[in-house]
């Protein structure tokens, strides 16, 4: 095989990666936007699953450094999440100049409504495709997504 064409299957193999994870990622937040409670959106899940999961405070600086998105993004998000009492919003009290973002009862509440209304869409998928495929798919995922973070 030459060059050429080792460079040329490359290329093609990328290709088809990525518009496959593309197409994937909008098949499912479209399929998500629509058995997520009124009203919630994947941002406003993730940003409640994140909290969840890591049990603590967090800045909205940091948090829009964990979700990639700008801090003007994640402010709006902070907001909606809010004025629906999923989230306090409080006063650094070392540094004035930042605030602390923490999870209330009603953002469990309301992560773990999230949770039970997706949890059948996304389990049927992993059925269908089959839990070893999925377990097998998981590290090249998580491999290509440390790489893309890392730059």
Known sequence: MTQKTMTDDTNALAVSLFSEMLTSDQLLRNRLSRVLPKGMEISHFSVLNHLVFIHAERTPAQLAKTFHVTRGAMTNTLNKLEWAGYIHIRPDWDDARRK????????????????????????????????????????????LRLRLEDE
């Not at 992560?111 to 090249?140: F, H, S, T, W, Y």
């Open 100 to 143: 602390m973002v923490a999870i209330s009862p009603a953002g469990k509440r309301a992560r773990e409504q999230a949770i039970d209304a997706v949890a059948p869409m996304i389990n049927e998928l992993v059925d269908d495709v089959g839990p070893d495929k999925v377990r097998a798919v998981l590290p090249v995922l998580r491999e």
